[in-house]
Structures are given as C-alpha cells and as structure tokens.
C-alpha cells in the first residue's frame, strides 16, 4: 500500500504559495480538477448516463461539489443525516435544478419530523428514506417516498435478504413505494477484484429474486438500488439488471467523488485521482528515521485501519502511528528529513469521515487557490428546528 500512488505527480496537486502563506494545517484540499475526472469517469463506466447514479454525498458534504455533479446531468442522490439533506436540498433550489434525494438512513422520533419539514420547504424536489418494518413505514408522512431497506449481508441495517415474505410485508405497508434499497459496502473487504466480483453477483441475483418477487406480487418497483464504490462497475455491467421489467437500477457509490487510499487498494486500474487531500507541517524529529507532521485523528480519520494515510510525492514514507493531534511517519534509514515547517499533502485512507472533520476546504485548480469552499453539510443538527 505504501507505494500505491506513486504514479502521482506531485506538481499536478501544488498548493498556491498565497494560500500556503495564510493556511493554518491541518487544511483539507479540494482539487478540482481531479473532482471532475471522477465524475466522468464514473459516468462513463454507466455507459454515459448520469441517470444510472445515485451518489451518495456523505463523501463530500459539499455544495461546491454537488453543483459539479448537476452541472453533468445528475439528478439522484443519496445521503445519511438531515443536514445534508437540507444543504443539497438548499443548493438545488438555488441551482433552480429539481432532484431526487434519498436519506438512507432510517429515522426516528425527531429525525423523522425535521424530514417532513424538509419536504414541505421543498416540494419541487422529490424526497424519500428506508424503511424496514411495518409501523415505521406507516408512520412516515404520505409526501415522503419510502425504500424497503434489504441487509445484502453486510448486517448493518435492513431485513435480511432471505426473508422474502417480510419484505413484501413491509412493502405492502407503503403508501408511497420508491423501490429496493441494496447497499453492498461489505464487499470492500473482500479481497481480490475477481473473488469480489463473484460475490458481488452472487448478491445482485437475491436482489433481481426480490424484484421479481415483489412485482408478481402486484407492487411494480421503480428503482433498484446497489453497490457501493468498489463494485460500481460490477453493479453497472451486472447483465440481469436491465432486464428487470419497469426498474430502474442505480449505483450508489460515493468515495468516487474523491476517491481515497482504500479505494485505491480495491480499484487500482479504474483510474481514479485522490480529489481531496489534507495539507500538513512537519514539527519534529523525535528520533532517528522519523518525522511528526500536525495533523491527528482529529484531522484526518482513522478508524478505517492503518495506515491512515499516503504521503503524496514520497511513496516510500510510511504512515506508522496516530495520536489526536499527531501523525509519526518512518522515512527511509539515512536519508535527510525535510525541515521543520515543510509542507506535505496526505491522501486519507477514508476520505468520507476525513471531510466531516473540516469546516472549510481550499479548493484548487492548476495550481490556483480559486476559493474557500464550505464543508456545510458536516456534523449533525440538534433539534428539528435548528437548521
């Protein structure tokens, strides 16, 4: 992993020198440039149909980015808290452009009211969540869409997929029935892109088998909804998908906006450019062969395993311990460690988490400092009326 991103150039991610003479690090860094390769890219994997993705802007948590993915036809999206719902929401007003937002999440008590008021705020846009009994189903306002939530096998939420008559139960108590919620994100630890692949379809197949299901059972489903980045394009090439009568399949994937470390481990050729990076100092030799930066769990994540991060422009550093506000980096035996006060650029190994520690972001593009971007959908509101 340690040498992953050194086909880099690390002249294509300069951070200006204006920008560098004010910017207190950690610093998140948003390039631009490398954003919308992203996106192409996995427009292109969808055969050039935006319409086949429904991101999920738990990655970004950016209006900035968001008005990147409607200036390219995307009109689905997906995302967890109410926050982001109300700033994409917000920014798609503005835009005067109508989506589709999905909250994947199942909400309750409070949560499921600040969403009914959402909806009422914005009635040009359409809005639904996930639902996996009965009563909560019944209980979610006639405006508001609802998703039967299916655990895929990742056992996080969702009833599980070899419970075929509960699905229809649920589906049946719906009165305003969106479609099949699929959400694969255990497949990024499987190893091995063919392993994964297989098991990817193997899932894909129960999900056609509860499609079909639900429609011989008189409840057509507009949409199917799966996969997760590392298997976006398995959940795009998945065959049967298109013959699903009246359902439209979508992918989900997210950390393609920025892409990140792991991604890169699990997708190594698709071509992806880190988006987002965080910009830190070094402070300190504590001993030989080693070197601090100022940056911690605190500024970039790391709950997503070791190590939490690549060195941009020196792939033979290794990212070793993570305290909170203090990241140790081995660097190879005799060789001259960069001055204090030198600049460097990590590539998180979760990137989505990563964002949500920042208030702002630089954005840049070919070498320029073109504006301070917002991170306005971080975090989580307290009360329902305290957006």
Same mark, same amino acid.
């Given at each position: 992993?340690?040498?992953?991103?050194?086909?880099?150039?690390?002249?294509?991610?300069?951070?200006?020198?204006?920008?560098?003479?004010?910017?207190?690090?950690?610093?998140?860094?948003?390039?631009?440039?490398?954003?919308?390769?992203?996106?192409?890219?996995?427009?292109?994997?969808?055969?050039?149909?935006?319409?086949?993705?429904?991101?999920?802007?738990?990655?970004?948590?950016?209006?900035? #980015?968001?008005?990147?993915?409607?200036?390219?036809?995307?009109?689905? %999206?997906?995302?967890?808290?109410?926050?982001?719902?109300?700033?994409?929401?917000?920014?798609?007003?503005?835009?005067?452009?109508?989506?589709?937002?999905?909250?994947?999440?199942?909400?309750?008590?409070?949560?499921?009211?600040?969403?009914?008021?959402?909806? &009422?705020?914005?009635?040009?846009?359409?809005?639904?969540?996930?639902?996996?009994?009965?009563?909560?189903?019944?209980?979610?306002?006639?405006?508001?869409?609802?998703?039967?939530?299916?655990?895929?096998?990742?056992?996080?939420?969702?009833?599980?997929?070899?419970?075929?008559?509960?699905?229809?139960?649920? &589906?049946?108590?719906?009165?305003?029935?969106?479609?099949?919620?699929?959400?694969?994100?255990?497949?990024?630890?499987?190893?091995?892109?063919?392993?994964?692949? !297989?098991?990817?379809?193997?899932?894909?197949?129960?999900?056609?088998?509860?499609?079909?299901?639900?429609?011989?059972?008189?409840?057509?489903?507009?949409?199917?909804?799966?996969?997760?980045?590392?298997?976006?394009?398995?959940?795009?090439?998945?065959?049967?998908?298109?013959?699903?009568?009246?359902?439209?399949?979508?992918?989900?994937?997210?950390?393609? !906006?920025?892409?990140?470390?792991?991604? !890169?481990?699990?997708?190594?050729? %698709?071509?992806?450019?880190?988006?987002?990076?965080?910009? #830190?100092?070094?402070?300190?030799?504590?001993?030989?062969?080693?070197?601090?930066?100022?940056?911690?769990?605190?500024?970039?994540?790391?709950? &997503?395993?070791?190590? #939490?991060?690549?060195?941009?422009?020196?792939?033979?550093?290794?990212?070793?311990?993570?305290?909170?506000?203090?990241?140790?980096?081995?660097?190879?035996?005799?060789?001259?460690?960069?001055?204090?006060?030198?600049?460097?650029?990590?590539?998180?190994?979760?990137?989505?988490?990563?964002?949500?520690?920042?208030?702002? &972001?630089?954005?840049?593009?070919?070498?320029?400092?073109?504006?301070?971007?917002?991170?306005?959908?971080?975090?989580?509101?307290?009360?329902?009326?305290?957006?």
């Amino acid at each position: 992993m340690i040498a992953m991103f050194e086909h880099l150039n690390p002249s294509d991610y300069l951070v200006p020198e204006e920008a560098v003479r004010q910017v207190l690090t950690p610093a998140l860094v948003f390039h631009g440039e490398s954003i919308r390769s992203n996106l192409r890219r996995v427009i292109a994997c969808a055969g050039g149909d935006p319409n086949r993705w429904r991101p999920h802007m738990k990655t970004s948590k950016s209006p900035h #980015v968001f008005r990147e993915m409607l200036a390219l036809g995307i009109r689905h %999206f997906k995302c967890a808290t109410t926050r982001e719902a109300e700033v994409f929401l917000r920014t798609a007003s503005e835009a005067d452009e109508p989506i589709d937002l999905l909250v994947a999440y199942t909400l309750y008590g409070p949560a499921l009211e600040r969403l009914e008021k959402l909806a &009422a705020e914005y009635p040009q846009h359409a809005m639904a969540t996930i639902t996996e009994e009965e009563d909560h189903a019944r209980a979610v306002p006639e405006g508001i869409g609802l998703y039967v939530d299916v655990n895929s096998g990742m056992n996080r939420t969702g009833i599980p997929m070899d419970r075929t008559d509960d699905i229809l139960r649920v &589906a049946r108590a719906i009165r305003s029935f969106r479609g099949v919620h699929f959400y694969d994100g255990h497949m990024l630890g499987v190893p091995g892109a063919h392993d994964r692949s !297989q098991a990817a379809a193997r899932g894909y197949e129960t999900a056609c088998t509860i499609v079909r299901s639900l429609a011989t059972a008189g409840i057509p489903v507009p949409e199917l909804l799966t996969s997760g980045t590392p298997v976006l394009e398995d959940g795009i090439r998945f065959a049967p998908f298109a013959a699903l009568e009246g359902t439209v399949h979508r992918i989900s994937a997210g950390t393609a !906006q920025l892409h990140d470390a792991r991604s !890169q481990e699990l997708m190594p050729d %698709f071509g992806f450019q880190p988006g987002a990076t965080v910009l #830190v100092r070094v402070i300190s030799f504590p001993r030989p062969g080693w070197i601090t930066v100022d940056c911690g769990s605190k500024g970039i994540a790391a709950e &997503a395993g070791t190590p #939490v991060a690549c060195v941009l422009g020196h792939p033979e550093y290794e990212v070793e311990t993570v305290t909170e506000e203090h990241i140790g980096i081995r660097i190879p035996a005799g060789e001259k460690p960069p001055a204090r006060g030198t600049l460097l650029q990590l590539i998180p190994r979760h990137v989505c988490p990563t964002v949500n520690l920042a208030e702002h &972001a630089l954005w840049v593009e070919n070498g320029r400092l073109k504006e301070i971007v917002p991170i306005a959908a971080r975090a989580h509101d307290l009360l329902v009326d305290s957006a």
